[in-house]
Each structure stands twice: as C-alpha cells, then as structure tokens.
C-alpha cells in the first residue's frame, strides 16, 4: 500500500517509480493525479466537517446564553441550525467513508514501487544473473547417462510411488499421491530444511494457520488482485448443519452472548433457553442479529497460497520495540494455488500444482536491516541446496518479473537435468514497509516517542515439492533408482537409495 501524503508530496517520484513496471508505463501519470485528486476532494471535505463540527460546538453553547437572556427565538433559531449543521455532518460522515474506500480501494491494486538497483526490463528474459551466487557442483548424474537422463515424473511412474492418475480421479488434475520412498523423502526433505533453518540460522519454527481471512490475504496483497488464484472456503460451507441454535456463533457474537446461557450438558435445554430468549429481544436486535449471523456464515476464509501470509500477519496491528527486530519466522505448511494463469504450463508432474508443500522464511526488520537481512535470506535458502549439492543459480528479477508486492527479488534456480534446463525453486523478496502499510505493522525506534512501519521480507527456503523433484532428476541411476543425497540420509532412517 502506498502513502497517499508521499504522493501528494513528490508526485514526480512516484510516476517515475510507477512508470518501471512495464504494466503501468503508460497511465502512472494519470493514476497519480487520480490520486490526488481523490485525496483533494477527501481532505476539502474533512475540512468543511471541520469547520461545522466547530460551528455546531460554538452554536450549541450559545443556545444557553440565549435562554439565560431568555431570548426564546434566538435560541430557537440556534437549535433550529444546529439541528441542520448536526444533519449536514452526518450527511459528510457517510461521504467521507465514501471517499476514503475510493482512494484506498485505488490505492489497493497498485503494486509495489521498484528499488533503484532492480533492472528495467519487460519479462524473465531480462533478469540479471549473479555471477558471485552461481554455484555448480559436480553433476551426481553418471557421465554415461547425460543423455538419457529421465524427468521426475517417468521416474517416480516408474519406481511405482508417483500416482498422478489416482489423484486425477479423486481431486482433478495438478495432484499427485506420493507412496513409500518419496512420501518419506518429501518428509525427510521438510524436515531436513526446518532443522537447517532454525538450528543453523536461527529462525523460529511457527505451526500457522491454514486459513487466513480477508484482512491477513490482503496485508500480503493477494487480495484484491489475486483473487482469483485462491482457494476459499466460509462458515457455511465448512458446516453444513450450521443452524441458529448452535453454541458456535455465540462465542463470536458476544453482543448477543444473553441469548446463550453458560452451556450444559443438556443441548436440548440450551435450544430451547435460547429461543425463549429470542423471543423478547426488540425488532431491531432481531434484524440486527440476524445480519450479523449472515454475515458469519457468508464470512470466506482463504487457503494459504503460502505461509508468507500468515507467517507476515503476525505482526499485523501491532507497535512492536525496536529490541525484538529482525523477527525471523520459518514454517512447513502445505500451500493451495488455484493456478488460474498455467492454462497449459507444465501439465505433467509436480512442477505447477495445486497442492504443494514448502518451508517459508519471514523476517519482520527496521528500514535499515532490510537490505541486509535480503542477502542473509537468499544464502541461508541457498545453503539448502549446497548441502544437498544441487547446482544452482540466483537471478534478481527485473520490473516486469517482480511480483505485486516485492521491491526486490532474488529467485533461485535449480538446475534439473531432465528437462535440460534452470527452474525456480525460491523467490527471496523484500517488500520495503508496502505490506507493513496493508497491515498497519509498525514498530517504536529506541528513545523514540513516534513509530514508524517495519519491513517485512519472504523467501521460500525452499520449496518442498520441487526439491523432491530437482533430487529425482539431478540423483536417478541407470536402473530408474534414486540415490539418497548424503545430507538427507539420516532423516531417511540411513536409506541410501530410494528403489522399485
């Protein structure tokens, strides 16, 4: 989210900045004096409230003044224009609500501004490789096999621990079943990264929520803009049955707690206390009532697409103290994309799915560790791949790349030899204070009266699915079998190959 002040401000920074991803080159000037002309009209407004807010103050006194002197049309005549100014406010309150949506919902869909060092550049052809964090390692592929290397889906098919087809029948397509040896690798590859992260670089493990409302999708800025590559679930779906006489709804809906006394073990009892006590509540509190019991039910929840999201929210509308920065959070969790844009792309085996796992990397930083702390992310998700001796290499998106909330971005690619080619397995971004504006997530500098919003950084370290795949690929023998990487061997129980 951007700060309207900072445009109002230096439109001029703001186009230009704007103007680097390529999607806005073309209307940044016109999006920036949209802006500010919806800030105008806002703060025109709030300055008319203002001033009638005073008046009907001022008024409101003198109509005492007025009866004391026992002035009965004066004082008339006062009430008479507080009674009008009192409308008029009213009237303002509702269409200042209605401005602010306006500028925040404009404010809402724009992406984050590109730092300075990040290349110009239209798509994935212009990302600039980093020569000092290419890192190859001798191929663990035997040299009489280079040309007959097979891809990861052939080889889990063949081994017998692979079932798309399965999946197919019971979910649709972008899902898999993972039997015997791969089920136990995807779990020794999770564990091996969560103890790598928090041992090693000091990270603290999280169990997050699987489910975020709007509020946390939008912090992160999946919503409003990426609606439509999320899973959603509500109330009602999860629960079918949900009826008005469920003890549920009452623990959320405290200003109704009086309809629901302290829970006995007779259910019955309960139902009928709280329809006799639905019976005496006001026409109002019914309708009432019953719009906020909608609106629950109504209430989506979004699955994870990463646990960037809940990981991130964590801070979300709290002043945090300087002293507890950087904040580093890691998690394993199962992520849900609905992949509305891969119409076509990598339909076969577990590259794009839409059920996938992966261990998430969140710091929570102060504006002047950010920088910093986006170097020490990118090497500790590199670290997993040098221990796992997958040759690599990390590219800085340029503007057309990025992604919708990121400044900057490092993405890692792993070299897979069945398809002859890099393919990402972690995108390291710093997102500046744009999230921590969503989130209103700031933080009080030592000896410091005023806050100011934290920075907030992600990485996937790494994902977990295409590791598995990068393995298979990089580690497949003539016979189909897969040897065990040495790092991983003593979470797989001292297995050294993985065979039909």
């Known amino acids: ?14 186009i230009a900045g704007l103007k680097r991803r390529p999607a806005f080159a073309e209307t940044a000037e016109g999006i920036a004096a949209d802006l500010i002309d919806r800030d105008k009209d806002l703060r025109d407004l709030l300055t008319a409230l203002q001033q009638k807010q005073a008046r009907r103050n001022e008024a409101s006194k003198q109509i005492g003044a007025a009866k004391a002197k026992k002035d009965e049309a004066g004082a008339q005549a006062l009430m008479a224009e507080v ?5 008029d406010i009213q009237k303002g309150e509702e269409r200042e609500r209605e401005l602010k949506k306006a500028l925040d919902d404009a404010l809402a869909v724009l992406p984050n501004l590109p730092a300075e060092d990040v290349p110009d550049g239209e798509d994935e052809t212009k990302n600039v490789l980093i020569a000092a964090r290419y890192w190859k390692n001798k191929s663990p592929v035997p040299a009489d096999t280079l040309n007959e290397r097979k891809e990861h889906f052939d080889l889990g098919e063949s081994l017998g621990m692979m079932d798309f087809e399965r999946a197919a029948k019971v979910s649709g397509a972008r899902f898999v079943f993972l039997k015997s040896g791969l089920a136990k ?4 590859i999770g564990n091996f990264m969560l103890d790598l992260h928090t041992e090693t670089f ?3 493990e999280v169990q997050p929520p699987l489910m975020v409302r709007d509020d946390a999708a939008f912090g992160t800025g999946q919503l409003p803009k990426f609606k439509e590559d999320l899973f959603s679930t509500s109330l009602r779906n999860l629960t079918p049955q949900f009826d008005v006489v469920d003890g549920t709804f009452y623990s959320i809906m405290g200003k109704y707690s009086k309809l629901w006394p302290v829970p006995s073990n007779d259910s019955t009892a309960d139902a009928l206390a709280f329809v006799e006590n639905y019976k005496h509540l006001s026409e109002f509190e019914k309708d009432d009532f019953t719009a906020r019991f909608n609106e629950l039910l109504n209430r989506e929840f979004w699955l994870i697409p990463t646990a960037e999201v809940p990981l991130t929210n964590y801070v979300r509308e709290e002043i945090l103290d300087e002293a507890q920065l950087p904040l580093r959070m890691t998690a394993w969790t199962p992520c849900f994309r609905a992949e509305a844009g891969a119409a076509g792309k990598d339909t076969r085996g577990m590259i794009r799915m839409h059920q996938f796992s992966k261990v998430e990397l969140v710091s929570i930083t102060t504006p002047e560790q950010s920088q910093a702390e986006h170097e020490r992310m990118t090497d500790c998700a590199q670290e997993v791949l040098k221990r796992l001796g997958l040759h690599h290499r990390v590219v800085t998106l340029c ?8 400044q900057k971005t490092y993405d890692i690619e792993v070299w897979l030899p069945g398809q002859n080619r890099f393919r990402e397995i972690s995108s390291c971004s710093n997102c500046g204070d744009f999230q921590a504006r969503r989130m209103n997530a700031r933080y009080r500098p030592k000896d410091s009266k005023t806050t100011r919003f934290v920075h907030t950084l992600n990485g996937s370290g790494l994902a977990v699915g295409r590791t598995l795949v990068a393995i298979l690929e990089n580690y497949q023998e003539p016979d189909g079998s897969i040897r065990v990487p040495d790092a991983l061997r003593p979470y797989m129980g001292g297995m050294e190959r ?3």
Not at 1 to 13: G, L
Not at 83 to 87: C, H, I, P
Not at 399 to 405: C, E, V
Request: net charge neutral; hydrophobic share 40%.
């Open 498 to 500: 993985i065979a039909k």
């Open 399 to 406: 503007t057309g790349d990025m992604g919708f909330s990121a």
């Open 202 to 204: 000091g990270y603290t």
């Open 185 to 188: 690798l995807e779990r020794a």
């Open 1 to 14: 989210m951007h700060d309207i002040k900072a445009i109002r401000e230096n439109p001029s920074a703001f």
């Open 83 to 87: 009674a009008g100014l009192k409308d």
